[in-house]
T-cell receptor, first 111, second 109 residues
């Protein structure tokens, strides 16, 4: 069963707009990670946020984590057509580094 | 990730055939994972290994087996392939964050 659930399932925006994707999970975690996947390709790691962190930035990406609500959000600012991809959150809760993935958000950025 | 190689990249096979998917990594990580991805279902863990003597089942291990031949190599086998094993398969070595291979697209007819 999936631990993380992304919301929305699909998001379509115009170039230059910001995109926000949310992830909710069920059990306690050590960290939460966001990945990007272009159609049919491998996953690319974007950012990792630990359970004791509340916010993290990487370039145009901003991730927040609210452990009390068991939720995280990924914000992509000033989106570009090249940001079009599926975005997945994945949670890690134990020492075995297993990741449990959500079903993903399909982001389409229209030029 | 360029340091993770999966072979084959694409494979079409028939029901009942045995097939092996191979993964090798140059990152030197002890932990390696196999996932499958189905449309609309995200990634699900099949098997994982902490070292050559440690193999663990994931959430969907039925119908699959693995072999950890060396620290750098982790193979996934389908002993008798069935159509619902048609999926995209990813290998992921990890040293904290996971590094995904390019994937193998498997079609079972």
């Amino acid at each position: 069963s999936q631990q993380g659930e992304e919301d929305p399932q699909a998001l379509s925006i115009q170039e230059g707009e910001n995109a926000t994707m949310n992830c909710s999970y069920k059990t306690s975690i050590n960290n939460l990670q966001w990945y990007r996947q272009n159609s049919g390709r491998g996953l690319v790691h974007l950012i990792l946020i630990r359970s004791n962190e509340r916010e993290k930035h990487s370039g145009r990406l901003r991730v927040t984590l609210d452990t009390s609500k068991k939720s995280s959000s990924l914000l992509i600012t000033a989106s570009r057509a090249a940001d079009t991809a599926s975005y997945f959150c994945a949670t890690s809760g134990g020492s075995n580094y297993k990741l449990t993935f959500g079903k993903g958000t399909l982001l389409t950025v229209n030029p | 990730d360029a340091d993770v190689t999966q072979t084959p990249r694409n494979r079409i096979t028939k029901t009942g055939k045995r097939i092996m998917l191979e993964c090798s990594q140059t990152k030197g990580h002890d932990r390696m994972y196999w996932y499958r991805q189905d449309p609309g279902l995200g990634l699900r863990l099949i098997y994982y290994s902490f070292d050559v003597k440690d193999i663990n089942k994931g959430e969907i291990s039925d119908g699959y087996s693995v072999s950890r031949q060396a620290q750098a190599k982790f193979s996934l086998s389908l002993e008798s392939a069935i159509p619902n094993q048609t999926a995209l398969y990813f290998c992921a070595p990890t040293g904290g964050r996971q590094y995904f291979g390019p994937g193998t697209r498997l079609t079972v007819l």
